[in-house]
């Protein structure tokens, strides 16, 4: 996904776990962020709570293919975006360019 990330002009920074994306969230603004659901060391929703607290949040999109309806519906509820893997790419890039929001 970077690559493909990288070839349609965007910037990308990789979190290896869900506390690294804390911390780089809370050094530098990022206008979309890319959240798996599971991650090492802190989940997905964990880290997106943790990024709330004191910042304006980016624009999330939580990306997976692991998610079932439950974990959807709390996805759309807290006011994210969600995309199955895997992803179409030309939807990721609508969502990141804010022609497509949750």
Do not use: W
Not at 22 to 37: A, G
Not at 46 to 66: D, H, P, Q, R, W
Not at 90 to 99: A, E, F, M, P, W
Request: proline letters at 2%; hydrophobic letters at 40%.
């Amino acid at each position: 996904m970077i690559d493909v990330l990288h070839e349609l002009g965007y910037d990308v920074d990789q979190a290896s776990s869900g506390y690294e994306a804390v911390i780089m969230e809370k050094k530098k603004q990022y206008d979309t962020i890319l959240m798996d659901i599971r991650m090492p060391g802190m989940s997905g929703f964990t880290a997106c709570k943790k990024m709330k607290e004191g910042s304006k949040l980016a624009n999330i999109v939580f990306v997976s293919a692991y998610a079932d309806s439950t974990t959807e519906a709390e996805i759309a509820r807290d006011g994210y975006t969600f995309l199955r893997k895997p992803v179409e790419f030309d939807v990721l890039k609508s969502i990141i360019d804010g022609t497509i929001r949750s």
